[in-house]
């Protein structure tokens, strides 16, 4: 079946700091991949989404790029900031079957001055 | 604009004891509807989800069953709590698949079963 995998658990930075959270995942099927951020005590919102190879997104400061040839979906920010702080999680969807978004574990970021 | 309501806020339930949760979205007409459950800090387990009225798929088995009684309506239920059910639950909706699978979530119901 599908998956998700997020390499790092917890990820503490200073403010300014680049950081990068890891996402590679498994389908046999036209992938479509999302990062969702949950700050502390909130719904979790989406932050970028992607299907197009080699293409970068960006919102908010953060970027990506969907790599089919690695599977990978990789979030990144060249300087973080303290309200950057929250739970990260990368999520893949099977194009066209509406029905499963699979996560992955999640990546903690805690961002201190 | 579209609102996605949770209902309650917070339970504190007995083990054995019944629950029901509830959402409701408003603003969109035939939204597809999931059910998250999330550990504190941890990933979310998709439970349900529902495409249309009285038709809804389980993912996981956690002796939970859901119901969609009308079009903008998603209730999560169970007769019996156990102790491993404590945790927030998240209801969701979507446009459908493709370009708009994006999820807008609900604030939650943060659940404790003692």
């Known amino acids: 079946g599908d998956s998700v995998t997020q390499t790092e658990g917890l990820v503490t930075l200073t403010k300014g700091l680049p950081v990068m959270l890891n996402c590679t995942y498994q389908?046999?099927?036209?992938?479509?991949l999302f990062w969702y951020v949950q700050h502390l005590n909130e719904a979790p919102k989406l932050l970028l989404k992607?299907?197009?190879?080699?293409k970068r997104t960006e919102h908010q400061g953060f970027y990506a790029t969907l790599h089919k040839s690695s599977s990978s979906f990789h979030l990144q920010k060249s300087s973080v900031q303290l309200s950057d702080s929250a739970l990260y999680f990368c999520?893949?969807?099977?194009?066209?079957?509406?029905?499963?978004?699979?996560f992955g574990k999640g990546a903690k970021l805690t961002v201190s001055p | 604009a579209q609102t996605i309501h949770q209902w309650p806020v917070a339970e504190i339930k007995a083990v054995g004891s019944p629950l029901s949760l509830g959402c409701t979205i408003k603003?969109?007409?035939?939204?597809?509807l999931y059910w998250y459950w999330q550990a504190t800090g941890g990933t979310l387990q998709q439970l349900f989800y529902?495409?249309?009225?009285?038709?809804v798929e389980s993912v996981v088995q956690l002796n939970l069953s859901a119901s969609r009684p009308k079009d903008d309506q998603f209730i999560l239920s169970t007769e019996k709590l156990l102790l491993s059910h404590s945790g927030f639950y998240l209801c969701?909706?979507?446009?459908?698949?493709?370009?708009?699978?994006?999820?807008?979530f609900g604030h939650g119901t943060k659940l404790s079963v003692l």
């Open positions: 389908t046999t099927y036209s992938p479509f």
């Open positions: 603003g969109k007409s035939s939204p597809n």
């Open positions: 529902s495409i249309t009225v009285g038709q």
């Open positions: 969701a909706w979507s446009l459908g698949p493709g370009d708009n699978e994006r999820l807008f």
């Open positions: 999520a893949l969807s099977e194009q066209g079957t509406g029905s499963k978004l699979s």
């Open positions: 992607s299907s197009t190879d080699n």
